[in-house]
């Protein structure tokens, strides 16, 4: 079952970062990076993304309602009264290992300023939606009516069914550490703009996949 964005964080372990930063940099020069099929939506795409075993990016794809919809305003207005539980740092990239961060409990539309002017507070926020029940998996549903506004067309879906929905917002240049799914996954950029680093399977012997993880 596919998990609309991320999920599943992996733990990271502190003896693993630096060969985490050298796989990095070896993506950032392109040494072992190689391209990601891409096309725009409406042209001649055979199968859901989902079935063709590996990444794959699609541009304009009509996500309901929220592409326009969703501004800072217009959020604030819909679920600024919403206590949320958020990562705040002084770090460009948050660190599982070491904790780097600190939860911080605020209302959502004070969230949404203070991860706007990120930079002029010189602190990093972030904001990941989970689902007030435990042990229950994240789903838009829980967030007010943002879940009206959002939806996954069928061809993109296919026959499976969703597992869960997050929302994800944080401070402009935000870094996260590595984490992997066991499902696949539909990353949704709505606003802004996100890059995204994909290790093959094949290189869990050089990463920190050991111990505790998640």
């Keep these: 079952a596919p998990t609309v964005a991320a999920a599943a964080s992996a733990a990271l372990l502190a003896a693993g970062y630096l060969a985490l930063r050298r796989q990095q940099r070896r993506c950032r020069t392109g040494a072992s990076a190689k391209s990601i099929p891409r096309c725009a939506w409406g042209s001649k795409v055979q199968e859901p ?9 699609l541009s304009g794809v009509p996500l309901g309602s929220c592409v326009g919809q969703w501004t800072d305003d217009y959020m604030a207005t819909a679920v ?24 911080e409990v605020m209302q959502f539309r004070e969230f949404l300023q203070r ?17 007030p029940k435990r042990n229950k998996p994240s789903s838009l549903e829980t967030i ?11 061809a993109l879906l296919g026959d499976l069914q969703i597992h869960s929905s997050v929302l994800r917002v944080a401070t402009p240049g935000l870094r996260m550490w590595l984490h992997y799914d066991v499902c696949d996954n539909f990353l949704c950029c709505i ?24």
């Excluded at 993304?49 to 990016?57: D, I, N, S, Y």
């Design 115 to 131: 991860a706007q002017a990120g930079n002029a507070e010189k602190k990093y926020l972030y904001y990941r939606s989970t689902n």
């Design 191 to 214: 606003r802004g703009r996100k890059r995204v680093v994909l290790l093959e399977p094949r290189e869990v012997g050089n990463i920190y996949l050991s111990g505790s993880s998640s």
């Design 80 to 103: 600024g009264d919403m206590k949320v539980s958020a990562h705040v740092s002084e770090t460009q990239g948050l660190d599982f290992a070491c904790k780097n961060f600190a939860y």
């Design 144 to 154: 007010g009516s943002l879940a009206e506004d959002f939806s996954l067309p069928a």
């Design 49 to 57: 993304p989902a079935a063709l075993g590996g990444p794959f990016v």
